[in-house]
Structures are given as structure tokens and as C-alpha cells.
């Protein structure tokens, strides 16, 4: 019969009375053994073994995620495809390359052991090696000259010099026949006609390339030592155009980078589009995206100043007519300036001052007292309030509240209604006839009919009229010559 093939995660050997074993049929049933009961610590330590006999050394590419770094100088993360993840720990004094490389969602192949990180059980990943997954050896070349010059300190800043603001000769190191050179001159005849631009022709591409370079910084700088103190080279501009990574490699080289690091002249890097970074971008005095933008910076100098020139007679005329304004206002605010600095007006402001502190910390001591007086108050009213005594009495003042409330509001009320009454008494009694005639009116009747006459037109001549007044009456006779026409 063929063996049953075992998996690499079979733990059967690990329980005893795990398997089975056929009985004859005319032996009686036994109760099988129990199992064995592991404790969680001998089972997990036993898993750990198995994986670290097994899987000792491994590579795995994914993609990191979960990164955290410690303070410590620990490294945890996780490396993840589609279908899984694997925890992973890089530990501080691991010596491994590309270690700056280590991003949320850079691809990487990791080397290292499998081990099970007992206080939780988990299967991780010990990292021994790095590798940058999907770049090809160029790259990687590329990242371990970065690294040894980096270490060396030839891309440190402070070693980095200043440009030239107004260069008078410049260094070209390019190819004759490459758009680079056309670019900029077309650049620099635009913005920077009178610049004299000294070329130094070499290959930029291909096999000898990066010593064409390094030959032609180097002669550039000897020609530079032997002119004399002023007259040489305020800068060098190493450029060509864009181009893949195999055709830019020369810029990658470690004896370009050495050359551009040797120059005793400011040297700029303008190596292809903007996306595309070189060693020599790294160790040139500065960088420039594309050999137009490098030929913009020479120039930006003359640029400006030309512009500056332009701006400095409007500026001028503007100065002039507006300094007899300045002077005045100037004047003015000497004078204002004086006035307030006066002894005076210093000590004044000072007494002020002291008066608002003193106000203030007496004002702050006694609301700080009040507050503490309140609140014992407020307590104390509270256990009060608390107290069954009280309440029943609360109970009763409000009772009694409500019924003396009650009690004057029915006096109130009768007592306005009595008032309503007196007044309407008073209004009718002031309207009566009596009172009528005792403010000064008095009625005229006819003393034969008893009519009021209230107007002109029934007055007749000869006619006896009744007059009473507040205190008695009398009559009279009306005469021709009393009517009106």
C-alpha cells in the first residue's frame, strides 16, 4: 500500500492516542486512552520548534502595510498580497541593506526566519535581508552607490556652495550634438545675452561615457586654476536631455560623482526630465529639473536685475513725490510721539494703572470671600431644606402663602370694585344739572312756555325769559335793539 504523504502542518505526532488502530472483531471494545491535555505555553512552544526546524530560512515578497516604527529603533510591520499577510519584525541592530527603504506600500522581498512570538501566539517573520522587489540590478546598484556616498558625506548640505548670483563665464559639460546644449542657449541668449559659456564636449551616453565626463569637469577646472583671480569660471552646469534609466547611467556612475565632488567651482545637475534623479543630482552643489530650468537659474541674476533697474527710476519718481507727504506726516508723528512720552502723561498712566491693580486685587480678594461666604450659605440652606422639620413647615408657609395671597386678593378686588363704584358716582353727580350751573353755566327758559331757548333765532322781541343760576334765578325782557341782525 502506498504511505500516506505527510503535510508540513501535521501536528499528529504532537497528541498521544491521536490515531486509531482496527480491532479484531472477537476482542471485546476497549474505552480508548484520553488524550493528552497540553498547557497553552508547551503547545505553542512546541508549534514555535516545528517552524523554526522547518522553514529556517526563507525569502517572501509582498507589500509592507501596518508600519510602525519604535522607539526603541524596532521595525514591526506586515507583509501583504492578495490572500494573506505575514507579520514581520525587523529588530534595531540588524545590519541589513535598504533599510530607508521600509514604506507603507513598497514591494519588498524579505529574507529571514519564521518563529512564533509566544506572549500572543502569532507566527512572525524574524527579517534578515532586504531586497527591493521589481528593480532591476541597475536600480540596486544605483541605491548602494547612494548609500556609500551618502555615508561618506558627499550629499551632506553643509558642504553644498552657493551659486554665483551674477556669473559673468560659465562651464558647459554636455554634448555637442544633444538637444541639451540647444535648449540652453536658446535659454540663456534670451535672458542672459552677454554670459560667455565656455563648452566642454563629451559623450553622455554609452560605454566610456562617465570617464568623457569626469575628464571634462576635471579640464574645466584646470583651465579655471589658470586664469587669473576673477577671470575664470563662477560655474558649471553638467546637463543632457531625458532618457531611460540605461541612458542616463553614466550620471550614475561613482567617477562622475567623485569628479562633480573634487570640483573647486559650484557646479548645477540637470539631468533629464524633472521625475529623473541621478547620483550626480545628489552630490552637485544643486539641482535642476531640466536643463532649461538649469539655464533659467544662471540666468535669473541679470533677469532680476535688469528688472530692477526698470523698477528703480518709477520707484525714484514715486519717492520724490511722496516725501514732502512723508516729512509731514513724519513730522506730525514726532510731534504726537513727544506729546505722549511727556513725563506727565508716563506717570499718569502708570498712577492709572496702579489704581486699576489695586482695584482689581481688592475686587478679586472680595468676590473670592463672597463666593466662599455664598456657597457656606447655600449649604448650609440646603442641610436646612433637608431636615423633615423643615420641610413640613416649608409645607406650611406655603399653604399659608397661598391662602394670605388668596385673602388679598379678595380685598383687593372688592376694594377696586368699591372704588369703580365711587367713581361712577362722582362722574354722574359732576354731570347733574346743579353742578352744571355752579361751574358758571346758567339756562334760559321762556317764562310763559318753560322751553330752553339754546339759540339765537327763538328769542322774540318783548319776551319775558327765565334765567336760573347755581343760587337762584331771574327774569328778564328782551328789547328790540338786543337782537342780532
Not at 512552544?45 to 508600519?67: H, Y
Amino acid at each position: 500500500m502506498p504511505t500516506k504523504q505527510t503535510s508540513q502542518w501535521e501536528f499528529d505526532g504532537l497528541f498521544e492516542g491521536a490515531g486509531t488502530e482496527e480491532k479484531e472483531p472477537d476482542q471485546p471494545c476497549e474505552a480508548p486512552p484520553s488524550p493528552k491535555v497540553w498547557t497553552v505555553e508547551a503547545l505553542t512552544r512546541q508549534i514555535r520548534q516545528l517552524l523554526e526546524s522547518r522553514f529556517r530560512t526563507v525569502r517572501v515578497s509582498g507589500e509592507v502595510s501596518n508600519l510602525r516604527w519604535q522607539s526603541s529603533g524596532h521595525c514591526y510591520f506586515s507583509l501583504k498580497d492578495a490572500g494573506a499577510q505575514l507579520s514581520c519584525v525587523l529588530f534595531r541592530g540588524e545590519k541589513v541593506s535598504f533599510r530607508d527603504q521600509i514604506a507603507q506600500g513598497v514591494r519588498l522581498i524579505l529574507s529571514g526566519d519564521v518563529s512564533v512570538y509566544m506572549p500572543r501566539g502569532q507566527y512572525q517573520m524574524i527579517v534578515r535581508g532586504i531586497e527591493l522587489d521589481g528593480i532591476g540590478s541597475l536600480q540596486m546598484a544605483f541605491e548602494r552607490l547612494k548609500a556609500k556616498l551618502q555615508e561618506e558625506g558627499l550629499f551632506d548640505a553643509s558642504r553644498k556652495r552657493a551659486l554665483c548670483r551674477y556669473p559673468e563665464t560659465i562651464g558647459l559639460v554636455t554634448s555637442v550634438s544633444g538637444a541639451a546644449l540647444r535648449d540652453v542657449m536658446h535659454v540663456l541668449r534670451r535672458r542672459h545675452p552677454g554670459l560667455k559659456v565656455l563648452l566642454a564636449d563629451c559623450r553622455v551616453q554609452g560605454q566610456g561615457a562617465s570617464s568623457d565626463i569626469a575628464r571634462s569637469i576635471d579640464r574645466l577646472n584646470r583651465w579655471h586654476a589658470s586664469q587669473p583671480s576673477g577671470k575664470g569660471l563662477d560655474m558649471i552646469l553638467l546637463t543632457r536631455g531625458g532618457g531611460s534609466l540605461e541612458d542616463l547611467w553614466a550620471f550614475n556612475e561613482e567617477g562622475v560623482a567623485r569628479a562633480i565632488a573634487s570640483s573647486t567651482i559650484p557646479m548645477i545637475s540637470a539631468i533629464g526630465h524633472e521625475i529623473d534623479f541621478t547620483i550626480s543630482d545628489f552630490v552637485a552643489d544643486v539641482r535642476a529639473a531640466t536643463p532649461s530650468a538649469a539655464a533659467e537659474m544662471i540666468s535669473e541674476g541679470a533677469v532680476s536685475a535688469r528688472q530692477r533697474m526698470l523698477d528703480l527710476g518709477q520707484r525714484m519718481r514715486v519717492w520724490l513725490e511722496s516725501a514732502h507727504d512723508q516729512a509731514g506726516e513724519r513730522l506730525y508723528q514726532l510731534a504726537r510721539r513727544l506729546d505722549q512720552r511727556h513725563p506727565r502723561r508716563v506717570l499718569e498712566s502708570h498712577w492709572q494703572q496702579l489704581d486699576e491693580w489695586q482695584a482689581d486685587l481688592s475686587l478679586s480678594v472680595t468676590h473670592a470671600l463672597e463666593r466662599r461666604h455664598e456657597r457656606v450659605l447655600a449649604m448650609a440652606n440646603m442641610l436646612r431644606a433637608l431636615h423633615p422639620v423643615k420641610r413640613v413647615q416649608t409645607r406650611e408657609q406655603q399653604l399659608q402663602h397661598v391662602s394670605t395671597q388668596w385673602q388679598r386678593w379678595i380685598r383687593q378686588h372688592c376694594f377696586q370694585l368699591d372704588e369703580r363704584l365711587k367713581n361712577l358716582g362722582n362722574s354722574l353727580h359732576l354731570l347733574g344739572p346743579r353742578e352744571t350751573l355752579a361751574r358758571g353755566y346758567s339756562i334760559t327758559t321762556d317764562a310763559e312756555t318753560g322751553q330752553v331757548l339754546s339759540r339765537l333765532d327763538q328769542l322774540k322781541k318783548g319776551m319775558t325769559l327765565s334765567t336760573m343760576l347755581s343760587d337762584g334765578s331771574f327774569e328778564s325782557t328782551t328789547n328790540p335793539g338786543d337782537l342780532g341782525p
